[in-house]
């Protein structure tokens, strides 16, 4: 069978199992509906911004140290007023990074903090600590730490303006193009990568948003995972998932493609395949950001009721005739 019709097969295949949409919605999105109130346009914005503080790798620590003092420091912003998680970074998180810096027998952390595109924004430095202390990576130590640094790294993000910069109000208030950020697609066989991330761009720009590979301006995130697992009868399950998230690191759903095909055949071009695929999950990330954006709709008013006629006048009391 030439690729081209095995392409064409895949994307017939492909046709035949609609996407499947997972909404992050078990709470309502929408906190003031129905009592919006003057200052709703403002509250309903999401977060300008989230911190994402991964395990560092060169603090001098072990991983299992790293991963530690990360939730920490986390939680040390959180009480400073600053959203923060101890996480790797979603496409519109702005990563904090720790070093470490052996300075005699005390150990100084360093805090970089980068935006979503990776540009440094600025660092500050943390308390000297005792060498013994930091390598014995004791939680209450670390606790200690985080909580004497978490306002440094406060008061840095408030040099940089991190909400001011980080949110497009004209877009959410609809008077322009909402900017989403195509974070890529990884894990395809062939160049599924490449071609799925280009038709779904060309796909959210005929829906009316606004695609764009850097993060600054963007109010949510788009980003794409493949896994190609083989399956008995010479198959291989193909698994799409399009995960949406917005700009305080919150995944607003996913859309979900699941179908088989002849194993291999998409370990070259994907063609007419991806063309399909991003049709389908289009749609479904359109309905993601519109229950994440738009108001609820106002239930219908009932239809007036027809003008009864009027009741007649209650019937005179009985007496006797004069």
């Given at each position: 069978?030439?690729?081209?019709?095995?392409c064409?097969?895949?994307?017939?295949?492909?046709?035949l199992l609609p996407?499947?949409?997972?909404?992050?919605a078990?709470?309502?999105?929408?906190p003031?509906?129905?009592?919006?109130?003057?200052a709703?346009?403002r509250?309903?914005l999401?977060?300008?911004?989230?911190?994402?503080?991964?395990?560092?790798?060169?603090?001098?620590?072990?991983?299992?140290?790293?991963?530690?003092f990360?939730?920490?420091?986390?939680?040390?912003?959180q009480?400073?007023?600053?959203?923060?998680?101890?996480t790797?970074?979603?496409?519109l998180?702005?990563?904090?990074?720790?070093?470490?810096?052996?300075?005699?027998?005390?150990?100084?952390?360093?805090?970089?903090?980068?935006?979503?595109?990776g540009?440094?924004?600025g660092?500050?430095?943390?308390?000297?600590v005792?060498?013994?202390?930091?390598g014995g990576?004791?939680?209450?130590?670390?606790k200690?730490?985080?909580?004497?640094?978490?306002p440094?790294?406060a008061?840095?993000?408030?040099?940089?303006?991190?909400?001011?910069?980080?949110?497009?109000?004209?877009a959410?208030?609809?008077?322009?193009?909402?900017?989403?950020?195509?974070?890529?697609?990884?894990?395809?066989?062939?160049?599924?990568?490449?071609?799925?991330?280009?038709?779904?761009?060309?796909?959210l720009?005929?829906l009316?948003?606004?695609?764009?590979?850097?993060?600054?301006?963007?109010?949510?995130a788009?980003?794409?995972?493949?896994?190609?697992?083989?399956?008995?009868?010479?198959?291989?399950?193909i698994?799409?998932?399009?995960?949406?998230?917005r700009?305080?690191?919150?995944?607003?759903?996913?859309?979900?493609?699941l179908?088989?095909?002849?194993?291999?055949?998409?370990?070259?071009?994907?063609?007419?395949?991806?063309?399909?695929?991003?049709?389908q999950a289009?749609g479904?990330?359109?309905?993601?950001?519109q229950?994440a954006?738009l108001?609820?709709?106002?239930?219908?008013?009932?239809?007036?009721?027809?003008?009864?006629?009027?009741e007649?006048?209650?019937?005179?009391?009985?007496?006797r005739?004069?």
């Amino acid at each position: 069978m030439r690729w081209s019709d095995r392409c064409r097969q895949a994307a017939r295949l492909l046709r035949l199992l609609p996407a499947v949409l997972l909404l992050a919605a078990c709470v309502d999105m929408r906190p003031y509906a129905g009592n919006p109130g003057g200052a709703a346009p403002r509250l309903v914005l999401p977060p300008a911004y989230r911190i994402a503080v991964p395990p560092p790798q060169q603090a001098l620590l072990t991983d299992a140290g790293a991963q530690a003092f990360a939730r920490e420091l986390a939680e040390a912003l959180q009480a400073n007023e600053v959203p923060a998680a101890a996480t790797d970074p979603n496409p519109l998180d702005w990563p904090l990074t720790v070093t470490a810096e052996r300075q005699g027998q005390a150990v100084r952390p360093r805090y970089e903090l980068r935006d979503a595109d990776g540009v440094s924004l600025g660092t500050a430095e943390g308390q000297a600590v005792p060498l013994r202390l930091w390598g014995g990576e004791a939680a209450a130590q670390f606790k200690a730490v985080a909580v004497a640094d978490a306002p440094a790294v406060a008061e840095l993000l408030g040099r940089v303006e991190a909400a001011r910069k980080a949110s497009d109000p004209a877009a959410l208030a609809g008077k322009g193009p909402m900017r989403i950020r195509l974070a890529g697609v990884k894990g395809a066989p062939g160049d599924g990568n490449t071609s799925l991330n280009a038709r779904m761009r060309d796909f959210l720009t005929r829906l009316g948003y606004l695609p764009q590979d850097g993060a600054e301006g963007a109010t949510y995130a788009v980003q794409g995972d493949v896994k190609a697992v083989d399956v008995p009868g010479g198959q291989q399950r193909i698994e799409l998932q399009w995960i949406v998230s917005r700009r305080d690191g919150h995944e607003l759903g996913r859309v979900v493609q699941l179908n088989e095909v002849p194993r291999g055949t998409l370990n070259g071009l994907w063609g007419d395949v991806a063309y399909v695929v991003a049709e389908q999950a289009a749609g479904g990330i359109r309905e993601v950001l519109q229950n994440a954006v738009l108001p609820p709709e106002e239930a219908p008013k009932p239809a007036a009721a027809a003008a009864a006629p009027p009741e007649p006048p209650p019937p005179a009391p009985r007496g006797r005739a004069d």
